[in-house]
Every structure is written in C-alpha cells, then in structure tokens.
C-alpha cells in the first residue's frame, strides 16, 4: 500500500446476550470493502436469535454506512422478523444518522434514542438483564 491508497476500511462487530436478547455493537464504517463480512455477521447473531426473542444493534460507534451496510441491515431484520422476532437499532448519531434519514431507514427499521429504550422494546427480561 502505498500513501495515494486508501486506509483500510476498518469494522468491529461483537455480540453479547442478554436473556432473549442478542445485543450486536458495530463500530468502524460499513463500505464495500467490508460489507459482505458484515452481511456474514449479522446473518449469524440474527440465526441464533431465540423464536419471539430479538436482536438489538448499537451502531453507537460506527462512523459511516453505505447502501451496502444499509441493505445488510434489512436482511437481518427480515431474518430475525422471520423467527417472530424484534430488531432494533440504536445510537446512531452523526453522518450514520445523516444517512438514515436521507434514505428514509429511520422509518424501515426500528430506532431507539438508547440501548437501554431498544432492549425494553425487545423484552422486559432483557432491559433487566442488560441494566443488571
């Protein structure tokens, strides 16, 4: 690589659960470099979300989002809606927040102000598990 070529796209994906609740933390950017890995990822927390259970992403710490993530987080939420399940995300912020509303996935996908709002709107056990 040389100093005319672009950074790396870096991205971090982690899970933890939380009674019924897959909680995923995203940071980094999402562009297509990496998008397909992050399609990967989260098709595989969403598959082992619990039948009625959910899936919260907290994309608190992710700096930027193509189409390309945009569409990888419809697919998760078609995955874990098929299991009778819920997806929420939240703490997007920033330019994430910019691209969200210009292309109207505030209003495809559920937002929450918070990831204590987003694991109450999964279940009342996993709000109590997650805020311990």
């Known amino acids: ?49 619990a039948r009625g259970g959910g899936m919260v992403i907290d994309l608190g710490k992710l700096d930027f989002i193509t189409s390309a993530g945009l569409r990888a987080l419809l697919l998760a939420q078609r995955a874990v809606t098929t299991g009778d399940g819920k997806l929420v995300v ?24 918070s990831t204590n709002e987003a694991m109450a709107q999964i279940s009342a056990e996993a709000a109590e598990a997650f805020s311990g």
Do not use: W
């Open 1 to 49: 690589m040389n100093a005319t070529d672009p950074a790396p796209s870096s991205l971090k994906v982690s899970a933890e659960q939380y009674a019924d609740c897959c909680l995923v933390a995203v940071s980094g950017r999402v562009d297509h470099t990496n998008s397909d890995d992050f399609l990967k990822d989260l098709t595989a927390h969403a598959e082992k979300v």
């Open 90 to 113: 939240c703490g997007i912020g920033g330019v994430v927040r910019e691209v969200f509303r210009i292309s109207k996935f505030d209003a495809l996908l559920n937002v929450a102000g």
